[in-house]
């Protein structure tokens, strides 16, 4: 059964720090890692995702990386903003016995990132 | 951009009390899902959909539980008897293709509390 944990539970920094989310996770067998960001009462929103074939992806300050083998991505936050703070999700797609994958994402508890002014 | 919505945003029900949450997913996505989120607790998978059936469900959904596309733009959520344990967080969520590069995209969710 597919566990995902990530670490810290909760990051308090300066604006303008950059700083780095880990999610891990048990079973190597994935289809691909999403990374979601979560604003207090609000839905989920999308920020990446990463195939199991790839080691990194990129969209404006941010930049994941995934090492399947070890069962370990990273979230880098560049130049940090107040606008930032929000609850930070890692959830992965996990493949079946067959190879295949209906999608069934299996959620970490996230990471409380504050950015102060 | 196209959005999943969810309606209502917030449900208030009493005890063993039927509830229908409503889903629109985006227009051309296929495969559909519902999660809930537990007050401090994780997201959890419920279901998902695809092709007019069901094609994996967790624990947590079980006889109580039923989903629905009743037309070409709705997906729905029956409890038939809620549980004060029901009271969630329920997310529901869409995709368009099959294949690793395609994300999932989420509404913003409907509370429900059972009373």
């Known amino acids: 059964k597919q566990e995902v944990t990530q670490i810290p539970a909760a990051l308090s920094v300066p604006e303008g720090e950059n700083l780095v989310l880990n999610c891990s996770f048990t079973?190597?067998?994935?289809?691909?890692l999403q990374w979601f960001r979560q604003d207090p009462g609000k839905g989920l929103t999308s920020l990446l995702l990463i195939q199991s074939s790839q080691r990194e992806q990129t969209s404006g300050r941010l930049n994941a990386s995934l090492d399947k083998s070890s069962g370990r991505s990273t979230l880098y936050i560049a130049a940090s903003q107040p606008g930032d703070s929000a609850t930070y999700l890692c959830?992965?797609?996990?493949?079946?016995?067959?190879?295949?994958?209906?999608?069934?994402?299996?959620f970490g508890q996230g990471t409380i990132l504050t950015v102060h002014p | 951009e196209p959005e999943v919505t969810q309606t209502p945003s917030h449900q208030v029900t009493q005890m063993g009390q039927e509830v229908i949450l409503r889903c629109v997913p985006i227009s051309n996505h296929l495969y559909f899902y519902w999660y809930r989120q537990i007050l401090g607790q994780k997201v959890e998978f419920l279901v998902s959909?695809?092709?007019?059936?069901?094609?994996?469900k967790s624990e947590i959904f079980d006889d109580q539980f039923s989903v629905e596309r009743p037309d070409g733009s709705n997906f729905t959520l029956k409890i038939r008897s809620t549980k004060l344990e029901d009271s969630a967080m329920y997310f529901c969520a869409s995709r368009r293709l099959a294949g690793a590069y395609n994300e999932q995209f989420f509404g913003p969710g409907t509370r429900l509390t059972v009373l």
């Open positions: 079973d190597s067998a994935i289809y691909n």
């Open positions: 959909f695809y092709n007019n059936e069901i094609s994996e």
């Open positions: 959830a992965v797609r996990s493949t079946n016995a067959g190879g295949t994958s209906y999608g069934k994402l299996t």
